[in-house]
């Protein structure tokens, strides 16, 4: 790796997602889209990969956009072509040729996390793509060979309160037993495509299944999505629990950990994220595990206040650091507004997410199987 409290509401409680209610009877019609994508009336808005999103600030395809943590705007941030046309897993995103230090590691830890989000979700984008089955209040997509695997995605309607669940089985490629990949629970907002639910990726599901997947562990992610759907109005939050997560198990060392990110339309991001990489001022190249409060506002910079532990850091003490970056991302003084620090607790499953941040959602307690 390189060197280098505006928006205020209330969530109910998440575990209300899961009762299902009465659902009346529904008819689903199924329309193919300029992009080949199977727009079935009834579910579209609830569908967990957004085909229809463009993300306001790239102005490019924002499918992963609801569940995807943002850091700074720039374009490792945002999916290349590389990752929207991969089969399967995550694509490497290069580093920008410099950035400083802390910037860098809160953009690299999100990144992280972000490839186990698209490692479920790259193949329910290939799935809808396909005419699904339709019985009753249910969408079957596949079962389908993506990658070195085959997948399965069900879609129910739960209830007539536009509640919804959605769940990815996988089964390897060569037979065997079929797992629980991902899953998720959504209620729509009064505008489309937007709401608050739940989502969980099995990464040991996934890699046991196809080899082309390196993750492991599970990422399970509370999100909350609103605003009138124009971009620079909307808000997005997440908690994600990281359960012995690493989306590399041959090049990084799992986390538990809890993470925290807060976008607010088109003008700012502010995040908690948790990685491991090695502090520059360090004394040799072994991995810290920092934990950073990152703000970024557009057209003003960046900030990242810092905690390190571990490494080469003595048992019982915490390095911290900051970093403040102009919008070029250079190194300099604090722009005005970002001028105040907000340090991180240390420890990585700490429930602290950066000052002046909504309520959390909750994430589950497992990956939801949809129903």
């Not at 994600?240 to 950990?257: E, F, I, Q």
Request: aromatic residues 6%.
């Amino acid at each position: 790796m390189g060197k280098r409290g505006a928006v205020v509401f209330v969530l109910a409680s998440l575990g209300a997602l899961a009762c299902t209610g009465e659902v009346g009877p529904s008819t689903t019609s199924c329309t193919t889209d300029g992009a080949g994508n199977q727009v079935c009336a009834a579910y579209a808005d609830a569908y967990p990969y957004d085909y229809a999103f463009v993300d306001p600030l790239s102005a490019g395809p924002g499918g992963y956009y609801p569940y995807t943590i943002d850091t700074v705007q720039s374009s490792p941030d945002y999916l290349t072509s590389a990752v929207t046309t991969s089969a399967i897993g995550p694509t490497p995103i290069a580093d920008p040729a410099m950035a400083p230090e802390a910037i860098d590691q809160a953009r690299a830890g999100a990144e992280a996390i972000n490839a186990g989000v698209r490692a479920a979700l790259n193949p329910i984008r290939d799935l809808i793509r396909t005419p699904p089955a339709v019985a009753d209040d249910t969408l079957t997509y596949g079962p389908m060979p993506i990658g070195g695997a085959s997948y399965r995605m069900t879609m129910r309607r739960l209830s007539d309160e536009r509640r919804f669940g959605w769940r990815l089985e996988v089964q390897p490629g060569d037979g065997g037993a079929v797992a629980l990949a991902a899953g998720g629970l959504i209620q729509v907002g009064d505008t489309a495509r937007r709401g608050r639910g739940t989502m969980g990726v099995d990464m040991d599901a996934l890699s046991a299944a196809d080899a082309g997947v390196t993750g492991k562990g599970q990422l399970l992610i509370g999100f909350a999505h609103t605003g009138s759907g124009d971009g620079a109005n909307d808000a997005k939050i997440l908690h994600v629990s990281l359960r012995g997560y690493t989306p590399d198990a041959a090049a990084v060392m799992a986390v538990n950990a809890e993470v925290f990110a807060w976008r607010r339309g088109t003008s700012a991001n502010e995040a908690r994220i948790v990685t491991r990489a090695n502090v520059a001022a360090t004394a040799s190249a072994a991995e810290e595990l920092i934990a950073i409060k990152l703000r970024w506002q557009k057209s003003v910079g960046a900030r990242a206040d810092a905690a390190a532990t571990g490494g080469d850091v003595p048992a019982g003490e915490v390095l911290r650091f900051t970093t403040c970056a102009d919008a070029a991302l250079t190194v300099a003084a604090c722009p005005g507004g970002l001028d105040v620090a907000d340090a991180p607790d240390p420890d990585p499953a700490a429930a602290d997410p950066p000052a002046g941040m909504p309520d959390m959602p909750a994430t589950p307690t497992a990956v939801p199987e949809g129903t």
